[in-house]
């Protein structure tokens, strides 16, 4: 990605905010692709979804800001602070209970 910024014309002039409307959209066409089972399909639009989140995360790098290596930290705390049924003592034995137990997390 450091590449395609320094050495394309289209990707250079790209900034966080122009890249809102193609994030939605490799969203929606991964959830068609899931929808349609097609497993071809199912890894282009994976693809898609996660090369809007390197290009970012480049962006943002670029900008002193953070980088990819903070962007999974973040999200690998916010799994084990989501999940006290697998990472910790805490037992919650059925969907129902994660579910609440998530929200609650969540609102915290």
């Known amino acids: 990605m450091a590449r395609l910024r320094a050495d394309c014309p289209w990707d250079k002039k790209q900034s966080n905010h122009s890249l809102i409307p193609y994030a939605i959209e490799e969203a929606y066409e991964l959830g068609e692709a899931v929808q ?4 071809e399909d199912i890894k282009g639009e994976l693809g898609d979804v996660l ?21 999974i ?22 969907e129902a209970a994660v579910k609440a137990r998530w929200d609650e997390i969540k609102a915290e």
């Open 51 to 71: 090369l809007q989140v390197v290009f970012h995360c480049q962006m943002y790098a670029e900008q002193g800001r953070f980088d990819m290596c903070d962007v």
């Open 36 to 39: 349609s089972d097609d497993d």
């Open 73 to 94: 930290t973040t999200l690998q705390e916010k799994l084990i602070r989501r999940h006290p049924h697998v990472f910790e003592a805490e037992t919650l034995t059925d």
